[in-house]
């Protein structure tokens, strides 16, 4: 992936975190190809090892637990004892849930907004005060397009990415004094998988995306990279979508 010179991570720390998702690795790799030093922070040991995978040997990473604030803490632990500054933190909060909404058991709704929406809380109170002590940071939480649309099955996934969404505007007002931007990178429907575009034309779903296709990865790495680099430095609190024009649709 090239990068321009203004939007390079070269000597940059980032925090990427995630509760899951097969773009993980892809967007970590992303960050590390653009001269970040990158600690990965998963919900599971397979998730860690997936992005690690993907990272430089040498990296560094640790599992979290999502709905833990004392695990959470033992992260930045860790993350100081690597490194003295921490640049940039990468929320990829999108561990999907589908269920019709009166057969969701409150359980299930409950670890949907831990790991979507408890993990990014925990993790964003420990290292904004870090970056407020430098006067400098780049927060973007990865959020799913139904942050802002419905789907039949959907409720309790769709209410965390709003809930994550609506946060990522309040630390955007609330930090932006310590030159700190919140944005949120939105997704559309990702395929890892390099599904040919003539197989993927017989879904129903991306007949309905105006461009025809489904995005991958390499679609959301060079925004992620953009939000994250200083060069960013007039948009704070915004959404912006990667999604073949899907929110463009009444």
Not at 172 to 191: F, M, T
Not at 216 to 233: H, K, Q
């Amino acid at each position: 992936m090239p990068v321009l010179p203004e939007y390079g991570l070269s000597g940059q720390v980032a925090v990427f975190a995630t509760s899951g998702g097969d773009e993980a690795p892809f967007l970590a790799g992303a960050l590390a190809e653009a001269g970040a030093t990158v600690f990965a922070v998963a919900r599971t040991r397979p998730l860690l090892d997936a992005v690690m995978a993907a990272l430089a040997p040498g990296s560094s990473g640790m599992v979290m637990n999502a709905g833990s604030d004392v695990s959470a803490a033992r992260v930045m632990d860790e993350l100081a004892r690597r490194h003295d500054r921490v640049d940039i933190l990468v929320n990829d909060c999108r561990s999907m849930y589908a269920a019709p909404f009166a057969e969701i058991p409150q359980l299930a709704w409950e670890e949907v907004q831990t790991r979507n929406v408890k993990m990014p809380f925990l993790l964003s109170q420990q290292v904004l005060p870090r970056m407020a002590e430098q006067e400098y940071g780049r927060v973007v939480n990865i959020v799913s397009e139904l942050a802002e649309r419905g789907m039949i099955n959907g409720s309790a996934f769709a209410a965390s990415q709003a809930a994550l969404l609506s946060l990522t505007r309040s630390l955007a007002v609330e930090w932006g004094r310590h030159n700190i931007r919140v944005n949120a990178l939105g997704a559309g429907w990702i395929d890892a998988t390099g599904q040919p575009v003539e197989q993927q034309l017989e879904e129903l779903l991306v007949r309905y995306t105006p461009l025809r296709r489904k995005g991958t990865p390499g679609d959301l790495g060079p925004l992620l990279v953009y939000l994250c680099s200083e060069s960013c430095d007039y948009s704070t609190g915004q959404p912006v979508y990667v999604d073949g024009g899907l929110n463009a649709h009444p």
